[in-house]
T-cell receptor, first 115, second 115 residues
Framework: AQSVTQLGSHVSVSEGALVLLRCNYS??????LFWYVQYPNQGLQLLLK??????LVKGINGFEAEFKKSETSFHLTKPSAHMSDAAEYFC?????????????FGKGTRLHILP | DTGVSQDPRHKITKRGQNVTFRCDPI?????LYWYRQTLGQGPEFLTY????????KSRLLSDRFSAERPKGSFSTLEIQRTEQGDSAMYLC?????????????FGPGTRLTVT
């Protein structure tokens, strides 16, 4: 069975500071990994995805994530936080062999940006 | 593409009533997914369709829940005899599953409140 664990349900960073949201995954098969963002009362928007190509994945809005198989991690980073980054972020995993099979989401990390 | 749309956006109902939600996927996306998201949690998979065929149902989908996609285009999710525990955001997603694009595109969700 696949799962993801997001460390920290709430993370606060100052505007302009580094953003680091942690995600560890568990999968018995090669995974696809995703980061989604959700703004209040809205659906999910894909930030970036890892699909077994480059281990460093660049996404929208200046975010990137690095797939580390040895650490089973897929942490999300952004060099400089902006007020508009305040939102809920979800790490997710799916079964690569089954391509777009169901996605398993973590519980989410709410990112707060301090002025 | 106009994106995935869901209707209604909000629904308040009394316990014991039946409710039906509609999802219109992106045109020509042959896979359609339903997820449920409760407060403070990540989305949880409920079921998905390949065209009009329902291929998988989660254990979360009790016999009070039924989903259809009669012509392989829009889908409906019905909940019979609603309970307070059904209060959640119901998210729909669609995927083209062609040309190497397996991304799931999410709609804005339907927020259900059972009083």
């Amino acid at each position: 069975a696949q799962s993801v664990t997001q460390l920290g349900s709430h993370v606060s960073v100052s505007e302009g500071a580094l953003v680091l949201l942690r995600c560890n995954y568990s999968s018995s098969v090669p995974p696809y990994l995703f980061w989604y963002v959700q703004y209040p009362n809205q659906g999910l928007q894909l930030l970036l995805k890892y699909t077994s190509a480059a281990t460093l994945v660049k996404g929208i809005n200046g975010f990137e994530a690095e797939f580390k198989k040895s650490e089973t991690s897929f942490h999300l980073t952004k060099p400089s936080a902006h007020m508009s980054d305040a939102a809920e972020y979800f790490c997710a995993v799916s079964d690569q062999a089954n391509r777009d099979d169901k996605i398993i989401f973590g519980k989410g990390t709410r990112l707060h940006i301090l002025p | 593409d106009t994106g995935v749309s869901q209707d209604p956006r909000h629904k308040i109902t009394k316990r014991g009533q039946n409710v039906t939600f509609r999802c219109d996927p992106i045109s020509e996306h042959n896979r359609l997914y339903w997820y449920r998201q409760t407060l403070g949690q990540g989305p949880e998979f409920l079921t998905y369709f390949q065209n009009e065929a329902q291929l998988e149902k989660s254990r979360l989908l009790s016999d009070r829940f039924s989903a259809e996609r009669p012509k392989g285009s829009f889908s409906t999710l019905e909940i019979q005899r609603t309970e307070q525990g059904d209060s959640a955001m119901y998210l729909c997603a669609s995927s083209p599953r062609t040309g190497g694009n397996y991304e799931q595109y999410f709609g804005p969700g339907t927020r259900l409140t059972v009083t």
